[in-house]
């Protein structure tokens, strides 16, 4: 991503605000725009960390589960056995 900083006007709720505020305000953060770029790394993070999941696990069982339907276990049955 670019560093070079580029402006941005964002709406947030009074409960946002107040986090935002409390976390510049105790010395975490040097100013706003550190927690919203700390905010969005870490978002990006859990959105590699969420699409190599899906890659890595879920199309696998996906895959396996279209060609082969009758290894499936069908959801009554899991629901039951949790119970």
């Not at 927690?35 to 960390?49: G, I, K, Q, T």
Request: hydrophobic share 40%.
């Amino acid at each position: 991503m670019s560093k070079r900083p580029q402006t941005r006007t964002i709406d947030l709720s009074l409960e946002e605000a107040r986090f935002v505020d409390a976390k510049v305000a105790s010395g975490a953060y040097a100013s706003t725009s550190d927690v919203v770029c700390d905010a969005l790394e870490a978002l990006a993070e859990r959105d590699a960390r969420l699409e190599e999941w899906l890659t890595r696990d879920v199309a696998s069982v996906y895959d396996q589960m279209k060609s082969q339907p009758q290894t499936a276990i069908p959801a009554e049955e899991v629901f039951a056995g949790l119970r």
